[in-house]
């Protein structure tokens, strides 16, 4: 491509809109145009983001979304809520509309009530729920990508369903670092520190996101128990879940799903060993767009470990990564691919 893609960052001052600010301001073909913050409109972008004071972009002024000029992409990084009332102006003023919030994940009047109250309408046609390594190339002029806990999810437990080799009841642990609570957390640091404690034992709002990209996907329902809980880390989302293989399933068929799913995602890589350490961990994925998947079997009962980056991998990332598949580029360009060590 000659011409840099034009985006609009919306909501600059939260945790993955800063991930993507400084995502964008180190890729080739993108032009960071636009930053939106309500709270901080007239402020300079590194006064309100401090680990972006020394890049270029830092010296941006932060404006109100009314204010957004035409763009080629719109990346919402919006508190669940706020899009669908401005929906309808940004689409007119974007040709793509990427949401990282979870306005338009489910599907079920019923679940958005109950999870996305404050979300209903802003936008008359479907909005597909997209996952890069499981879903075409996106047409769309709207894409909703999955929450960061739902999409660790999917990555351990899809192989096992499209294949058909599990009984329907799982079991995840689903584990976050604090940033996933965002910027308005008033969870002491004191509580977290050292500490590891119960985020919801029932009814978490991943959940039935999880089921219904799993039904889509596969054509498979789980029958599904999702509780999660908070890790003493800024970042990092861990998922452990865990089940039985139907009776005619044996290791080397998991062996052998794990590596049909993955062998082509640049992105969703197979960490499997005998050792502790070659199994995924938030070491190697933190700072990265990199997803590590693990799978161990005995006895006819299986265990999945994912691992990744909840503000890269399951943020601002993924929403780089359809902005790539979507204007034609390489997948991983502006993408890092390591972690940080140790």
């Known amino acids: 491509m000659t011409e840099r893609i034009t985006v609009a960052v919306l909501g600059g001052s939260g945790f993955i809109g800063a991930e993507l600010i400084r995502l964008l301001a180190g890729h080739p073909q993108v032009e960071p145009k636009f930053v939106s913050s309500a709270r901080h409109a007239g402020q300079r972008v590194g006064q309100v983001v401090p680990g972006l004071r020394n890049s270029p972009v830092g010296a941006r002024r ?20 706020a899009l669908p009332a401005v929906l309808e102006d940004v689409s007119g003023r974007a040709d793509l509309v990427i949401n990282v919030a979870g306005d338009y994940r489910l599907r079920q009047p019923d679940e958005i009530d109950k999870h996305y109250p404050e979300s209903a309408g802003g936008w008359r046609h479907p909005i597909p729920y997209w996952v890069p390594e499981f879903c075409a ?4 002029p709207v894409l909703n990508l999955p929450g960061c806990m739902a999409v660790a999810t999917l990555y351990a437990l899809y192989p096992l369903f499209q294949a058909g080799l599990v009984e329907p009841h799982v079991v995840v ?16 640091p004191a509580l977290r520190d050292g500490n590891v404690r119960v985020h919801r034992l029932h009814g978490h709002r991943h959940a039935p996101e999880v089921r219904q990209a799993l039904a889509d996907l596969t054509g498979r329902t ?3 128990q999702f509780s999660t809980f908070s890790l003493p880390v800024a970042r990092g989302v861990m ?10 399933a044996a290791s080397g068929d998991v062996r052998r799903a794990y590596a049909r799913a993955y062998a082509d995602t640049p992105f969703v890589r197979m960490a499997n060993g005998p050792a502790p350490m070659a199994m995924p961990m938030l070491k190697t994925v933190v700072g990265s767009n990199v997803a590590e998947v693990g799978v161990a079997v005995e006895d006819g009962r299986w265990v999945a470990v994912s691992t990744l980056d909840n503000l890269i991998k399951g943020g601002a990332g ?15 360009l502006g993408l890092p691919e390591a972690g940080g060590w140790p």
């Open 173 to 188: 642990d689903a584990k976050t670092g604090s940033s996933g609570s965002g910027t308005g957390s008033v969870e002491h």
């Open 222 to 224: 789980p029958d599904l």
């Open 239 to 248: 998922v452990a879940a865990y089940g039985r293989l139907t009776p005619d």
């Open 137 to 140: 190339k996106p047409s769309e």
């Open 62 to 81: 932060m404006r109100l979304i009314d204010e957004m000029p035409k763009v080629d992409v719109a990346v919402a990084c919006l508190p669940n809520g």
């Open 318 to 332: 993924q929403a780089v990564q359809a902005l790539n598949r979507v204007y034609g580029l390489d997948e991983r």
